[in-house]
C-alpha cells in the first residue's frame, strides 16, 4: 500500500541528506588540512626552484676572479608560511558562522532544488495531480530551505519535515462519522437515516454497501439496501445476495426502472418497519454521461439523502479526481471511499482528493471481507508513505 509514494519520497529524503552531510564535512575540514594542502601543492610546483639549489650545493669553489660575477639569487620564500606556522590557520568568516551554529548545517536551496524538481516528477508518477505535486514540492521548499539541521540529524530533520507537509494536506478536510451519524438520527426519532453511494461502474460500489451495513448491523443500526442499480446486468441479484449474507433485508424492482421510485419504496419500508437507515445503491456512471447524472439528480431530489458518498477506486490514475469533482458538483458529496486500496501500487489519488477538492475521504476499502473496511486515519497514511 502507498508503495510508490514510500519509494519516491524514500529516495528524495536520501539523496538531500547525503548532499547536505557531505557539503557539511566539506565546509568543517580544518583549516590547517587546507593549508597544508595548500603548502604541499606549492612544492610540487616548483621543481625547477629546487633542481638548481641542488646544482649549486654541488658546484666547485669558483676562482677569486669568479666571485666577483653577480650571480643570481633565489628568491625568498614567502613569510606567509611562517606565520601560518606561528599563529595556526586563519578563521574563515564561513567557519566563524559554523562556530555560532556548533554541528549543524544549513539546507541550502542550490542544494535542495534539483533533489525538489526530482520528487516532483516523482509525485506524477505515482498518480498525484499535477497541480497537488506542485503545490506539495513548494511547500517542501519553504519548509527545507533555509533550515539548519543538526549534521548528524539531517535525514531525520528532512523525513520530519516531509511528514508534517503530508500531515496538513491530509488532514484538511474533517470527514463525517457514518456510525456517529446514524446513531444520532436514531436517538433523535427523526426517520430512517439515508445513504446514497454513487461512482463509476467497477468501483466496488455494492461490496462496499455491503461493507456499511455489516459495520451498521454489528453497532445496532437496523438496516435496508435498496437495490437502485437498474440499468448493470446482475446488479439487482448481487445486492440481494449480499442482503441474504448479512441478514438484512433489500428493496428490489426490474431492470429498467426508475431507480429514484425504488429509493423512495425502501425509505417508505424502512419507516413502516422501524428500521434506522437506507442504503441506496444507484448506477455505475462516468461523470461524461449526462442523461444518468441527471438520473442522479433526481434521486437526490426525490429521496434527500442525508449523506452522498462517493466510491471510487484507489487505482484509478489521474481520472479519480476529476470524477470526484463533476459528481460533487451533480451531487454535493459528503465523502469518499477508495477501494482496493490493498492493491494499490502508487498511493497519489489520495492526496491529490484530499488537496484538490472539499471532499474529505471516509474509509479505506482493503479487500473483500466485510470486514475489510477501514475509517481513513491521516496518521496511517503518512506512516505509510513516511515511515518515522
Do not use: W
Request: glycine share 6%; aromatic share 4%; proline share 5%.
Amino acid at each position: 500500500m502507498f508503495e510508490g509514494l514510500k519509494k519516491k519520497f524514500s529516495d528524495f529524503v536520501d539523496g538531500l541528506s547525503k548532499k547536505e552531510k557531505k557539503e557539511s564535512e566539506l565546509q568543517q575540514q580544518p583549516e590547517a588540512e587546507k593549508a597544508e594542502e595548500k603548502r604541499e601543492e606549492s612544492q610540487r610546483i616548483e621543481p625547477e626552484e629546487k633542481l638548481q639549489e641542488t646544482e649549486e650545493e654541488k658546484k666547485p669553489e669558483s676562482a677569486p676572479h669568479e666571485e666577483k660575477r653577480a650571480e643570481p639569487k633565489p628568491e625568498p620564500k614567502p613569510k606567509v608560511e611562517k606565520k601560518e606556522k606561528q599563529k595556526g590557520p586563519d578563521v574563515t568568516l564561513g567557519t566563524k558562522i559554523k562556530g555560532v551554529f556548533l554541528g549543524k548545517v544549513r539546507i541550502s536551496e542550490r542544494d535542495a532544488d534539483p533533489f525538489l524538481e526530482q520528487l516532483r516528477v516523482a509525485l506524477l508518477e505515482t498518480d498525484v495531480n499535477y497541480d497537488v505535486a506542485e503545490r506539495l514540492t513548494l511547500k517542501l521548499h519553504d519548509n527545507l530551505v533555509g533550515k539548519e539541521v543538526g549534521t548528524r540529524d539531517i535525514q531525520k530533520e528532512v523525513r520530519n519535515e516531509i511528514r508534517s507537509s503530508l500531515m496538513q494536506t491530509l488532514t484538511k478536510n474533517s470527514g463525517v462519522d457514518i456510525l456517529q451519524r446514524a446513531k444520532e438520527k436514531k436517538q433523535k426519532s427523526e426517520g430512517p437515516f439515508k445513504i446514497l453511494f454513487l461512482g463509476p461502474n467497477g468501483a466496488g460500489k455494492t461490496t462496499t454497501i455491503a461493507k456499511i451495513a455489516h459495520m451498521l448491523k454489528t453497532s445496532g443500526i437496523s438496516c435496508v439496501i435498496s437495490a437502485s442499480d437498474t440499468f448493470r446486468a446482475a446488479a439487482i441479484e448481487q445486492s440481494a445476495i449480499h442482503a441474504k449474507r448479512l441478514g438484512v433485508d433489500v428493496i428490489k424492482g426490474t431492470y429498467g426502472a426508475d431507480p429514484a421510485s425504488i429509493a423512495f419504496d425502501a425509505v417508505a419500508y424502512a419507516k413502516a418497519h422501524g428500521l434506522d437507515a437506507v442504503l441506496i445503491d444507484s448506477a455505475g456512471r462516468q461523470e461524461t454521461n449526462k442523461s444518468l447524472i441527471e438520473e442522479l439528480k433526481k434521486m437526490v431530489r426525490v429521496n434527500k439523502p442525508d449523506l452522498c458518498i462517493f466510491i471510487g477506486e484507489g487505482i484509478a490514475g489521474n481520472s479519480l479526481l476529476e470524477q470526484v469533482k463533476q459528481f460533487d458538483q451533480a451531487a454535493k458529496l459528503d465523502g469518499v471511499i477508495l477501494t482496493k486500496l490493498d492493491v494499490d501500487a502508487k498511493g497519489g489519488n489520495t492526496l491529490s482528493i484530499l488537496s484538490d477538492t472539499t471532499v474529505p475521504v471516509l474509509y479505506f476499502g482493503m479487500g473483500e471481507k466485510y470486514t475489510d473496511l477501514m475509517p481513513y486515519s491521516p496518521q496511517f497514511v503518512v506512516d505509510n508513505i513516511v515511515p518515522n
